[in-house]
């Protein structure tokens, strides 16, 4: 089955620590994609990725850091400048990086920085 | 800048009744619309697009949405609600050779028996 997989789940740190957050997909997509949900406010768009080695910052990206070493590969990275990271985090793939094609989600990371 | 407008935040309705959730967007240029549907803890689904032709456009499961570029909405609606389509739904809107989506805040429907 093809898909995109996020791990862990849920995941817990301390305030201070970076954590990174996996995102795989099986799709042959050229195009990656993290956002960010917060409760009534609907996604909004941290990093993406239009091809290997490649990224761009979106709407949010600051606290937050990406890499596109494999086409299968989109990890993020929260590190301690993210001032408020706690949130659900939701990793997407498109076959193109063009505004007509569709988004494929992962089922999402809950974080939680204590 | 693009924006998506999603008045609604809840939408409570009877099983069986029908349902409009609401969508406006802003935008000068051509745009393409989805409505995404997301299950609590899960990420989101696709439940139709709007890329061009015809501006009905309709889901597998009964939902379908309305291209209106004069008011510049897309509002989802469906004749007759279950309880299974409780869940989040979020508009979202592309704009024509541009590859960012912006996201409205979403719209929870809750179908009660």
């Known amino acids: 089955d093809g898909g995109i997989t996020q791990s862990p789940k849920y995941l817990f740190r301390k305030e201070g620590q970076n954590v990174t957050l996996s995102c795989e997909q099986n799709?042959?997509?050229?195009?990656m994609y993290w956002y960010r949900q917060d409760p009534g406010q609907g996604l909004r768009l941290i990093y993406y990725s239009q091809i290997v080695n490649d990224f761009q910052k979106g709407d949010i990206a600051e606290g937050y850091s990406v890499s596109r070493e494999k086409k299968e590969s989109f990890p993020l990275t929260v590190t301690s400048a993210q001032k408020n990271p706690t949130a659900f985090y939701l990793c997407?793939?498109?076959?193109?990086?063009?505004?007509?094609?569709?988004?494929?989600f992962g089922p999402g990371t809950r974080l939680t920085v204590t | 800048a693009q924006s998506v407008t999603q008045l609604d935040s809840q939408v409570p309705v009877f099983e069986e009744a029908p349902v409009e959730l609401r969508c406006n967007y802003s935008s000068s240029v051509s745009v393409y619309l989805f409505w995404y549907v997301q299950y609590p803890n899960q990420g989101l689904q696709l439940l139709l697009k709007y890329l061009s032709g015809s501006t009905l456009v309709e889901s597998i499961n009964g939902f379908e949405a309305e291209f209106n570029k004069s008011q510049t909405s897309f509002h989802l609606r469906k004749p007759s609600v279950h309880i299974s389509d409780t869940a989040e739904y979020f508009c979202?809107?592309?704009?024509?050779?541009?590859?960012?989506?912006?996201f409205g805040s979403g719209t929870k429907l809750n179908v009660k028996p």
């Open positions: 799709l042959n997509h050229d195009a």
């Open positions: 979202a809107v592309s704009r024509y050779n541009f590859n960012k989506f912006y």
């Open positions: 997407a793939s498109s076959i193109g990086s063009g505004s007509n094609y569709e988004q494929y």
